[in-house]
């Protein structure tokens, strides 16, 4: 299963998200893949607040590219994961399919999660926390819908 994290530019909150998963289930990598991209990507690299959030963790964004839709294959996923309501909205209307936030898709109450972007590394540090927080409830949400 292919799966995509999205965010609006794709340097902070969808690529934290994409290696937090990919890292902690790099052993089932052929069952479930996460990929991201960017509403509206704006830069080449990913954000410098969210490469020192992640080294704290011993992960490494300094080689991510952002991406949009368009540097996709829409046709290949099976799910997409937002970062909030607005941007699940967007692709809904788009006439994607299977589209959920992914504080919905993990059963939260709440759907959004926070923007850290121009804000201090503490938020970013938030940010990083909360994503990782909801990654072992997303693996076993996504087996359970990989099986209906």
């Known amino acids: 299963m292919i799966f995509y994290f999205v965010c609006t530019g794709n340097t ?3 690529p934290m998200a994409e290696t937090l998963f990919n890292e902690k289930y790099k052993d089932i990598k052929e069952m479930f893949h996460a ?4 509403l509206f990507p704006d830069s080449s690299v990913a954000n410098k ?10 992960h490494n964004l300094l080689g991510f590219t952002p991406s949009s839709i ?11 994961l937002t970062m ?3 941007q699940r909205n967007y692709l809904r209307a788009m006439d994607y399919k ?6 919905e898709f993990a059963g939260e109450e709440s759907f959004n999660i926070e923007d850290p972007y121009g804000q201090n590394i503490e938020i970013y540090r938030n940010v ?3 994503i990782d927080s909801l990654m072992e ?9 990989d099986q209906s």
Do not use: A, H, Q
């Open 12 to 14: 902070c909150r969808s």
């Open 35 to 38: 990929e991201s991209f960017g």
């Open 49 to 58: 607040n969210s490469v020192k959030v992640m080294e704290e963790l011993g």
């Open 70 to 80: 368009e540097d996709k294959k829409p046709e290949l996923y099976d799910l997409i």
């Open 84 to 86: 909030t309501v607005d």
């Open 98 to 103: 299977n589209v959920y936030t992914l504080k």
């Open 128 to 130: 990083r926390n909360e």
């Open 137 to 145: 409830t997303l693996y076993y949400r996504l087996v359970e819908w």
